[in-house]
């Protein structure tokens, strides 16, 4: 393998050189005039599931915020209130990552020679938590000073199991709570945190899939996150007769939607253990909107709706939940008037008999999780220095500075836009790209990759050889790869996560292990490393016309390579399948996560998957040493030692140009960012040696200490936000 990666990394290096003699790929693009992806029938058509767009934006906004939603007090913007993004420093340390089973004594030690534990809070000499030896160096030669597999996530919920949830009752649920066997300090209580780091909402709506994961399918069921692989998901619908039934929802480009539905659900993030979403709405249907939540007058979407005057913040909103649903969606998913055919709560005790759910209440979840993509949909930072400047000719920004404009052409040179390439800033937004394509790929380039069809797997060089990947899902080597495996984990019933997983079996006719319909869509033709070769000869790493190819079954319109127009016929990959040692099948999804965008990322803090990085500093050094662990499916073309950063004027030039792609509007929470108030949990009493109990949600529990963010208008803050690092204890 070490070989094979020298090899690949003077390829790599070569390629480089030649890329600023002849092309420094993907020229980065503006955001402004960029639609996200439609999703057919959502808001138009004949039939359409929202009726009034307006009204499911205010819905949504209002959801997002209402810290009602969570059973102990978690809002959905409780882990995305900073720039998207979540910037505490108590409690966000979860011991060893996502792959990994949780243990009490997991915790390393902190700056203070102690574990950083349940309320610990986090330092500047913490980061990066893995770290080398020299910061410009490679692993290889130098090694490490330190290794952790500690995870800087987002602190959640109490946890307990879930009891009941009354109509119109207490902004909080009834669970059973007990203290957490790893969140605590000396058998204290504290809120669970979780096991990766928590990415901005910000422009979330152009990627094709969400989480690190992307388990947030791109198809949303109306029901669950898992869209197409859900086999019980459906949505109650009132037919023409009167009656109702359950109807499976098919609607694309909604993985929005689909990420939306699980934190609710989720015993560390927002919910107790066993709460269905039919008992989140009975819970929020006869509430006020943001009941406790002061709202401000001049809100851009909920001004209108406030109690509140240019006088006087006032908390809540003039209307109740459901209502608002009644007018943003079509009413055959409400307006069914009998209960009973949609099931019931489980009995709270043996002699409970609960109130069967209304259709409403049963169809909460797609009207929770539509809403909050429609709202998210108009988080789009299109504003930035980098938007704004002037185009030269060959679409150059001209009103950058002289910093910002050397870092971007080291941006290209680095081939940093190899994978943060299109007007997202990232290869994860496959819409935004492929329609690029479509109407003028000269920004790309000739050399780019890029499909003009959203195709969601390619091939690339990796350490371990040539494989198939997840397009918009790398794996750079930041922790090992049996710490968080990513888009090679499963879903719930054993299925893979990863497109290029099921592409292997596609190809080789095994229907039962494709469960996404988008892999029956790939285009061989876009993959940045041919899958095939059309020759008569043999080949170790292609197929050819020795082993048996065919013309791909998808369109070969606008191929990036059409002379790789060919797959394996059934029987070619079937037999390759068999060999031990494949080459020509690998896949290389092994610690891939989705690629981040990098608009606002000055502000988007802290850094990776597993937020072990809490700088922009960190993370180019980071690249420039070509990255912490050599896993099998590191990409070896773009991850790599960076001698073009090995000076500081050349880091500092990068960095200006990353600041350039932050949006004001954001910096200071003006329209669309402005949002209610909202009191977010940051960490409890006492510290991570001694925290007492006696809190408000059980003797066994700490007492929450709160960031109280004020409820800010469509002009925004006097004080900009700040840095993840500004925030940082000394």
């Known amino acids: 393998m070490t070989e094979f990666r020298r090899l690949a990394a003077a390829g790599a290096l070569l390629l480089c050189a030649l890329s600023t003699q002849a092309h420094q790929g993907p020229l980065p693009l503006s955001l402004k005039g960029v639609a996200p992806p439609p999703v057919p029938g959502l808001t138009d058509g004949a039939d359409p599931v929202v009726v009034d767009r307006a009204s499911a934006i205010a819905l949504g906004k209002a959801l997002f915020w209402d810290s009602s939603v969570g059973s102990d007090g978690m809002a959905c913007a409780s882990c995305h209130f900073h720039a998207g993004a979540d910037r505490r420093v108590k409690n966000q340390v979860a011991p060893r990552g996502q792959s990994q089973p949780l243990d009490d004594g997991a915790?390393?030690?902190?700056?203070?020679?102690?574990?950083?534990?349940?309320?610990?809070?986090?330092?500047?000499?913490?980061?990066?938590?893995?770290?080398?030896?020299?910061?410009?160096?490679?692993?290889?030669?130098?090694?490490?000073?330190?290794r952790s597999d500690d995870v800087a996530g987002s602190a959640g919920t109490f946890g307990g199991s879930f009891r009941t949830a009354e109509i119109d009752g207490a902004a909080h649920d009834d669970c059973a709570r007990t203290a957490d066997g790893v969140f605590h300090v000396r058998g204290t209580g504290a809120r669970r945190v979780t096991r990766r780091n928590a990415p901005?909402?910000?422009?979330?709506?152009?990627?094709?899939?969400?989480?690190?994961?992307?388990?947030?399918?791109?198809?949303?069921?109306?029901?669950?996150?898992?869209?197409?692989?859900?086999?019980?998901?459906?949505?109650?619908?009132?037919?023409?007769?009167?009656?109702?039934?359950?109807?499976?929802?098919?609607?694309?480009?909604?993985?929005?939607?689909?990420?939306?539905?699980?934190?609710?659900?989720?015993?560390?993030?927002?919910?107790?253990?066993?709460?269905?979403?039919?008992?989140?709405?009975?819970?929020?249907?006869?509430?006020?909107?943001?009941?406790?939540?002061?709202?401000?007058?001049?809100?851009?979407?909920l001004g209108a709706l406030a109690f509140s005057t240019a006088g006087a913040q006032k908390a809540g909103l003039n209307t109740w939940y459901a209502l608002l649903v009644r007018k943003a969606f079509n009413r055959k998913y409400w307006s069914y008037g009998s209960r009973g055919e949609?099931?019931?709560?489980?009995?709270?005790?043996?002699?409970?008999?609960?109130?069967?759910?209304?259709?409403?209440?049963?169809?909460?979840?797609?009207?929770?999780?539509?809403?909050?993509?429609?709202?998210?949909?108009?988080?789009?930072?299109?504003?930035?220095?980098?938007?704004?400047?002037?185009?030269?000719?060959?679409?150059?920004?001209?009103?950058?500075?002289?910093?910002?404009?050397?870092?971007?052409?080291?941006?290209?040179?680095?081939?940093?836009?190899?994978?943060?390439?299109?007007?997202?800033?990232?290869?994860?937004?496959?819409?935004?790209?492929?329609?690029?394509?479509?109407?003028?790929?000269?920004?790309?380039?000739?050399?780019?990759?890029?499909?003009?069809?959203?195709?969601?797997?390619?091939?690339?060089?990796?350490?371990?050889?040539?494989?198939?990947?997840?397009?918009?899902?790398?794996?750079?080597?930041?922790?090992?790869?049996?710490?968080?495996?990513?888009?090679?984990?499963?879903?719930?019933?054993?299925?893979?996560?990863?497109?290029?997983?099921?592409?292997?079996?596609?190809?080789?006719?095994?229907?039962?292990?494709?469960?996404?319909?988008?892999?029956?869509?790939?285009?061989?033709?876009?993959?940045?490393?041919?899958?095939?070769?059309?020759?008569?000869?043999?080949?170790?790493?292609?197929?050819?016309?020795?082993?048996?190819?065919?013309?791909?079954?998808?369109?070969?319109?606008?191929?990036?390579?059409?002379?790789?127009?060919?797959?394996?016929?059934?029987?070619?990959?079937?037999?390759?399948?068999?060999k031990p040692d494949s080459r020509k099948m690998r896949t290389a999804v092994v610690a891939a996560f989705k690629v981040p965008g990098l608009r606002n990322v000055e502000l988007t803090g802290p850094y990776m998957h597993n937020g072990s990085m809490a700088t922009l500093a960190q993370v180019i050094e980071f690249y420039a040493r070509g990255g912490n662990f050599d896993g099998v499916s590191k990409q070896v073309n773009f991850v790599f030692a960076q001698p073009q950063l090995a000076e500081p004027q050349a880091r500092a030039d990068l960095l200006e140009f990353l600041k350039s792609l932050t949006d004001e509007r954001v910096r200071h929470a003006r329209a669309p960012f402005d949002h209610p108030e909202l009191r977010v949990p940051h960490g409890h009493d006492g510290d991570h040696i001694d925290m007492p109990g006696g809190g408000a949600w059980g003797d066994a529990l700490a007492t929450d200490a709160y960031l109280t963010l004020p409820a800010v208008g469509a002009a925004g803050l006097s004080q900009p936000i700040g840095a993840f690092e500004d925030y940082l204890a000394p």
């Open 107 to 146: 915790f390393e030690a902190g700056v203070d020679g102690s574990a950083r534990g349940a309320n610990y809070v986090l330092r500047r000499g913490d980061f990066p938590f893995t770290e080398a030896m020299r910061a410009l160096e490679s692993i290889e030669q130098y090694g490490l000073l330190r």
């Open 200 to 301: 901005s909402v910000i422009n979330a709506v152009f990627n094709h899939r969400n989480f690190w994961d992307g388990r947030a399918g791109n198809v949303f069921n109306g029901s669950s996150a898992w869209g197409e692989r859900d086999p019980g998901a459906g949505v109650w619908v009132r037919r023409a007769d009167g009656s109702v039934a359950r109807e499976r929802l098919h609607l694309v480009n909604a993985s929005l939607a689909s990420l939306a539905l699980a934190p609710p659900l989720d015993a560390t993030e927002m919910s107790c253990d066993g709460r269905a979403l039919a008992d989140l709405g009975r819970k929020l249907m006869w509430r006020r909107p943001l009941q406790a939540q002061r709202v401000h007058a001049q809100d851009s979407v």
């Open 342 to 578: 949609f099931g019931a709560p489980a009995p709270a005790a043996a002699d409970d008999a609960p109130l069967p759910y209304s259709q409403m209440e049963a169809n909460f979840g797609m009207f929770f999780a539509l809403a909050i993509q429609l709202y998210e949909s108009t988080l789009v930072s299109d504003d930035s220095p980098f938007d704004r400047s002037r185009r030269d000719a060959d679409g150059m920004p001209v009103d950058l500075t002289p910093a910002q404009q050397r870092g971007m052409t080291l941006f290209r040179e680095a081939h940093c836009n190899q994978c943060h390439v299109g007007p997202a800033f990232t290869s994860a937004a496959l819409d935004a790209i492929a329609q690029q394509v479509r109407t003028d790929r000269t920004p790309l380039g000739a050399e780019f990759p890029a499909s003009a069809t959203a195709s969601v797997v390619t091939r690339f060089p990796t350490l371990g050889g040539p494989g198939l990947q997840d397009a918009g899902f790398m794996a750079t080597g930041v922790a090992q790869d049996e710490w968080d495996v990513g888009v090679a984990g499963r879903d719930p019933w054993g299925h893979p996560l990863s497109f290029a997983e099921q592409y292997v079996d596609y190809l080789a006719g095994r229907e039962a292990g494709v469960v996404d319909s988008a892999v029956s869509e790939v285009r061989a033709c876009d993959m940045a490393l041919s899958l095939t070769l059309d020759l008569p000869v043999p080949s170790t790493l292609m197929f050819t016309r020795r082993d048996g190819i065919e013309a791909q079954p998808a369109t070969s319109a606008n191929c990036f390579n059409p002379a790789a127009a060919f797959v394996p016929t059934q029987a070619a990959a079937l037999a390759e399948l068999d």
